[in-house]
């Protein structure tokens, strides 16, 4: 607060001052029978507590319709990890930090991508972990990246998402054209087929992933009948599969979601069509059995990751805890993409994109997935490859390949499964080298 002065038309010349003072104080010693004690000088006030911050994570990914179960899946990942650093009480900045997931159902529409993100910039949002598909996130991308929104997917696999030169944009999964050479191998080495199909679903998902898959088979000598195109939301298939039953095709490799490959490998079987069924990530999933029933028996199929029951055990128990069902596939994915954000800013001690952006790109971090690293596109180092077969319902592994190196799963689990830390996630990493710090720090990448 602060006085007013006296108008100087108003103030009282000094000796008459004194005068009514000393009047003042002969009256009030007159009046009472003892002095009264002065008053206590008030406290200082103490400072304040710094005042809590909340800062906005964006999710998105399809949350309807027929791969809902998976952008329901990428989000509880995202969930837990956000929860988890709440109750941990984080001080970033000097100022108490909520996090607060805002998720939004892209429906895995491509022309919702760049929606969605517009509306997370305009939430002023601190980063974005998503979106699920690759046709999605690579439109959405550009928005972040015009934004200066740093975003990590936990699922996008096409190599074009990372290829574009934005600083921003980052996964915590391995890339198609790793996945592709992975599936196609293992098909050669197991099953040695003479000639193969591949269809796709004609998204930049299927259609960039059956492309790899296309290219290794036939670098191997596979003869590979011509390509055949389906659609995402397909579910009759008699025509296409009528068409490859005449060719008699040895392998028959899918690139596309669950929702549509299901009913593709039950018409194929009640076609009778006996070449091995092999699907990517997409298709990797226990939903195949609900959709295909017995034919989903032995299917192969790839995910551009480790498998979910091989993340950290802390992670799986907490996940079990707060959700009552395990991780399908990417949850695991998705919480380090989280748990890296939050880590990034706890480097910076700064919640402000533009700020902990170098920190996310240098960062090294023992996640529910094992250790890590970005390179300079922003992909995950020394990513791993994982090979599945459905057996009697489920969905398991059989071999992790790395580095061109095919691993049992058993002997994965022994030796070389993730050595992620079982203390709270999300605690300051360790700073890459200097020499290896890859992204700008602003604008694009050259």
Same mark, same amino acid.
């Given at each position: 607060?602060?006085?007013?002065?006296?108008?100087?038309?108003?103030?009282?010349?000094?000796?008459?001052?004194?005068?009514?003072?000393?009047?003042?104080?002969?009256?009030?010693?007159?009046?009472?029978?003892?002095?009264?004690?002065?008053?206590?000088?008030?406290?200082?006030?103490?400072?304040?507590?710094?005042?809590?911050?909340?800062?906005?994570?964006?999710?998105?990914?399809?949350?309807?319709?027929?791969?809902?179960?998976?952008?329901?899946?990428?989000?509880?990942?995202?969930?837990?990890?956000?929860?988890?650093?709440?109750?941990?009480?984080?001080?970033?900045?000097?100022?108490?930090?909520?996090?607060?997931?805002?998720?939004?159902?892209?429906?895995?529409?491509?022309?919702?991508?760049?929606?969605?993100?517009?509306?997370?910039?305009?939430?002023?949002?601190?980063?974005?972990?998503?979106?699920?598909?690759?046709?999605?996130?690579?439109?959405?991308?550009?928005?972040?990246?015009?934004?200066?929104?740093?975003?990590?997917?936990?699922?996008?696999?096409?190599?074009?998402?990372?290829?574009?030169?934005?600083?921003?944009?980052?996964?915590?999964?391995?890339?198609?054209?790793?996945?592709?050479?992975?599936?196609?191998?293992?098909?050669?080495?197991?099953?040695?087929?003479?000639?193969?199909?591949?269809?796709?679903?004609?998204?930049?998902?299927?259609?960039?992933?059956?492309?790899?898959?296309?290219?290794?088979?036939?670098?191997?000598?596979?003869?590979?009948?011509?390509?055949?195109?389906?659609?995402?939301?397909?579910?009759?298939?008699?025509?296409?599969?009528?068409?490859?039953?005449?060719?008699?095709?040895?392998?028959?490799?899918?690139?596309?979601?669950?929702?549509?490959?299901?009913?593709?490998?039950?018409?194929?079987?009640?076609?009778?069509?006996? =070449?091995?069924? +092999?699907?990517?990530?997409? #298709?990797?999933?226990?939903?195949?059995?609900?959709? /295909?029933?017995? %034919? *989903? &028996? $032995?299917?192969?199929?790839?995910?551009?990751?480790?498998?979910?029951?091989?993340?950290?055990?802390?992670?799986?128990?907490?996940?079990?805890?707060?959700?009552?069902?395990?991780?399908?596939?990417?949850?695991?994915?998705?919480?380090?993409?989280?748990?890296?954000?939050?880590?990034?800013?706890?480097?910076?001690?700064?919640?402000?994109?533009?700020?902990?952006?170098?920190?996310?790109?240098?960062?090294?971090?023992?996640?529910?997935?094992?250790?890590?690293?970005?390179?300079?596109?922003?992909?995950?180092?020394?990513?791993?490859?994982?090979?599945?077969?459905?057996?009697?319902?489920?969905?398991?592994?059989?071999?992790?390949?790395?580095?061109?190196?095919?691993?049992?799963?058993?002997?994965?689990?022994?030796?070389?499964?993730?050595? =992620?830390?079982? +203390?709270?996630?999300?605690? #300051?990493?360790?700073?890459?080298?200097?020499?290896? /710090?890859?992204? %700008? *720090? &602003? $604008?694009?990448?050259?």
């Amino acid at each position: 607060m602060s006085l007013s002065p006296v108008p100087h038309s108003k103030r009282i010349p000094g000796k008459r001052v004194l005068a009514i003072a000393a009047s003042a104080a002969l009256f009030a010693l007159a009046g009472c029978g003892k002095q009264e004690e002065a008053p206590k000088p008030a406290e200082a006030p103490q400072a304040a507590a710094p005042a809590g911050v909340t800062v906005k994570i964006g999710h998105a990914a399809p949350l309807t319709g027929g791969i809902a179960h998976l952008g329901k899946d990428n989000e509880n990942g995202v969930r837990l990890a956000i929860d988890e650093a709440n109750a941990r009480g984080l001080t970033i900045g000097g100022a108490k930090i909520t996090f607060e997931m805002l998720s939004e159902d892209d429906e895995g529409k491509e022309n919702k991508g760049p929606i969605i993100a517009q509306k997370f910039v305009d939430a002023k949002v601190a980063g974005v972990v998503g979106h699920l598909n690759s046709g999605v996130t690579i439109p959405a991308s550009a928005v972040y990246a015009q934004a200066g929104i740093p975003m990590i997917s936990g699922s996008a696999t096409n190599p074009k998402l990372t290829e574009q030169g934005f600083n921003v944009t980052f996964r915590t999964v391995g890339r198609d054209d790793q996945q592709g050479p992975a599936v196609a191998s293992y098909l050669v080495a197991e099953f040695k087929p003479k000639t193969a199909a591949v269809v796709d679903d004609a998204t930049s998902y299927g259609e960039g992933l059956a492309n790899e898959v296309e290219k290794a088979l036939k670098a191997a000598g596979v003869t590979v009948l011509p390509r055949e195109k389906g659609k995402a939301d397909q579910n009759d298939w008699k025509a296409i599969l009528t068409k490859l039953r005449g060719k008699k095709p040895d392998a028959i490799f899918y690139g596309g979601m669950d929702s549509s490959a299901g009913p593709l490998l039950k018409q194929g079987r009640e076609l009778g069509i006996k =070449a091995v069924f +092999a699907f990517g990530d997409g #298709a990797c999933s226990e939903k195949m059995q609900e959709l /295909a029933g017995d %034919a *989903a &028996e $032995g299917l192969i199929c790839s995910q551009a990751g480790i498998p979910a029951m091989a993340s950290s055990k802390s992670f799986l128990e907490a996940h079990k805890a707060k959700f009552n069902v395990d991780p399908i596939i990417y949850a695991p994915f998705t919480y380090d993409a989280t748990n890296l954000l939050i880590a990034a800013m706890q480097k910076a001690d700064s919640v402000d994109p533009a700020k902990y952006l170098p920190e996310l790109a240098k960062i090294q971090l023992d996640g529910a997935t094992g250790k890590i690293e970005f390179d300079a596109k922003g992909d995950r180092k020394d990513a791993e490859m994982t090979i599945f077969t459905m057996k009697t319902g489920k969905i398991e592994p059989l071999a992790i390949i790395k580095a061109g190196q095919s691993i049992k799963f058993e002997d994965f689990v022994k030796g070389a499964a993730p050595a =992620a830390a079982e +203390a709270a996630p999300a605690a #300051a990493p360790a700073a890459a080298p200097a020499a290896e /710090a890859p992204k %700008a *720090a &602003e $604008g694009e990448k050259k």
